[in-house]
């Protein structure tokens, strides 16, 4: 991702409205595979065009795309243009490509970020109608719902885990994924471009800082670490992730004085 990229991204998210497609294509250009951003949108407007005479669900569902129940963890999984280009990916991922679609037909749906499991919303109606597009596009109840959410987090269900959530919380989720991913594959700077564009996307979260002061002393950036750590401390001193980052600029001291 280019400097003139990621600008683009935070000018999205600063004046809004917010294209989940272009913002999730903008993120999948993090990954050096030289998205074409152009062609990718047109895919989208393609599958749009489409879903104005079959409607959203049937049509994303025909075209078959679907979950990746093998190699879930991949993190091709979580990027929209790998989405598009195999039609499988993880739950978020297909709900992104449902809510673009959506938006750009005028039909009303909304993401539903239950814990462990992501899935979309029908708000067109009296009562939302709840769809599982990693589940093969399947109508949710809400005993369904409950029972996702037990599955796949081990949490009890709360009705508040139906509430609606935000893009930006949207793309804040795919990037935390993505991290995630990278991590157990110790794929550290990859790991670290999430945490620098997860900032962009949600910049008040001190434990993002937290995460690339760790990633970058990770990769042996310690001016980088320990600028990002002192700058953060200047700035949020009261902050209660201080004391995390305190601990990584020790950390950091006592690397140095081991490499002198």
Not at 201 to 220: F, H, I, K, Q, R
Request: net charge negative.
């Amino acid at each position: 991702m280019s400097a003139a990229t990621r600008e683009r991204l935070a000018r999205m998210l600063a004046d809004g409205p917010i294209d989940l497609a272009e913002a999730n294509l903008l993120i999948c250009a993090e990954a050096g595979d030289g998205l074409d951003m152009a062609s990718e949108l047109a895919h989208v407007e393609g599958l749009a065009q489409l879903a104005r005479e079959g409607g959203v669900v049937p049509v994303l569902r025909d075209q078959g795309f679907t979950g990746a129940t093998e190699d879930y963890d991949d993190p091709d999984h979580s990027r929209l243009d790998r989405l598009l280009a195999t039609r499988r990916g993880m739950p978020i991922t297909l709900a992104t490509l449902a809510l673009a679609v959506a938006a750009r037909v005028g039909a009303p749906m909304a993401g539903i970020g239950m814990p462990g499991h992501f899935i979309v919303a029908d708000t067109g109606g009296a009562e939302p109608v709840y769809i599982d597009p990693f589940g093969g596009w399947r109508r949710l109840d809400l005993a369904d719902c409950a029972a996702l959410v037990e599955r796949t987090s081990g949490l009890p269900f709360q009705p508040a885990f139906l509430d609606p959530v935000p893009p930006r919380a949207i793309l804040a989720r795919t990037l935390l994924n993505l991290r995630g991913s990278y991590l157990r594959r110790r794929r550290l700077d990859a790991a670290l471009w999430t945490v620098e564009v997860g900032m962009i996307v949600a910049p008040d979260d001190a434990e993002l800082v937290v995460g690339s002061v760790v990633l970058l002393t990770g990769a042996g950036r310690y001016e980088e670490a320990e600028a990002a750590a002192t700058a953060f401390l200047a700035a949020r001193p009261g902050d209660p992730a201080a004391s995390a980052i305190e601990a990584q600029l020790q950390t950091l001291g006592d690397l140095r004085r081991r490499m002198n």
